[in-house]
């Protein structure tokens, strides 16, 4: 009687033990199975960032394929494509993500961006349309500003280009932008106040600071702002302001500044040098 016990006990120590190892099984399983995600998602933010454009893309590609049904993937894909300047790929993606149960109204704002950026401002514009205006975001008032400004509808225009400044701590290209709007629209003066507050958030940002030498020029104001600037981005903005000169007709102030842009430039200024050959080389109006 007492071997049966024995053994009784020793089948019953067996069984707990092997319950035992199946459940330590099961905790390695979803332990592994949770450093695999932390790895995936921190390579996956990697490839999105400062992963090379076309390497991302490859690597969402063969991710998407392996598992098909994984939003975030394609979400991921759709990114890479518009960073690797794909915006017609990317656009078909973002159409899948958009449509999956999981699409958000970010994905909405990244996909009308990327029409935008494919060239189909009015599908762009009807997508927008779909987000709800609850949905306030930095991007989606930047696209509405873009958007407003393309059917020449400056006051909605202007006021999303407010709003959308007022929701980023980087407003530098959005000012820049709104800028641009101003100069192509005619308002220089409103164009140079919003280049110089550019500057003001980005002092190393060349395009502001030769956006801002064209909305004074346009205003005959052709002497350099006081702004921030090296040797070589004083004598390009010289070079600037002196083709504006001459395009406004003020060929001696234009004559001027190219020699001047030449004289200030460390290296051979080879366009402003040909710019001025031309000028004095051609025959006296009369």
């Known amino acids: 009687m007492r ?41 996956n933010d990697v490839m999105l960032t400062v992963g090379d454009p076309n390497e991302a893309v490859n690597y969402f590609r063969r991710a998407v394929t392996e598992n098909p049904d994984r939003t ?59 987000i709800p205006p609850t949905h306030e975001t930095f991007d989606r008032y930047r696209l509405e500003a873009m958007i407003a400004d393309a059917g020449k509808k400056w006051d909605k225009a202007d006021s999303f280009y407010e709003t959308a400044v007022g929701l980023t701590t980087t407003p530098a290209p959005t000012l820049n932008n709104w800028g641009f709007s101003k100069l192509t629209r005619g308002d220089f003066a409103g164009a140079e106040k919003l280049f110089a507050e550019a500057i003001t958030y980005d002092p190393g940002m060349f395009t502001a600071k030769n956006n801002l030498v064209m909305a004074r020029a346009a205003q005959r104001k052709y002497d350099l702002p006081v702004v921030p600037m090296t040797q070589i981005e004083r004598a390009q903005l010289l070079y600037t302001a002196a083709l504006a000169a001459i395009k406004q007709g003020d060929t001696s102030t234009g004559k001027a500044l190219l020699q001047q842009a030449i004289d200030t430039h460390p290296q051979y200024f080879a366009e402003a040098a040909r710019a001025l050959e031309t000028l004095d080389n051609a025959p006296a109006a009369g």
């Open 72 to 130: 975030d993937l394609k979400r991921g894909l759709a990114k890479s494509l518009v960073r690797a300047g794909k915006p017609t790929e990317a656009v078909a993606v973002w159409d899948m993500v958009i449509n999956a149960p999981d699409g958000t109204n970010d994905d909405r704002v990244s996909y009308a961006e990327a029409l935008i950026r494919s060239n189909n401002w009015k599908k762009a514009a009807e997508v927008m349309n779909t």
């Open 3 to 43: 071997q049966v016990v024995l053994i009784g006990l020793a089948l019953a120590g067996t069984f707990v033990l092997s319950a035992c190892q199946k459940q330590s099984d099961a905790d390695v399983a979803r332990a592994l199975k949770s450093v695999n995600v932390i790895d995936e998602t921190n390579l």
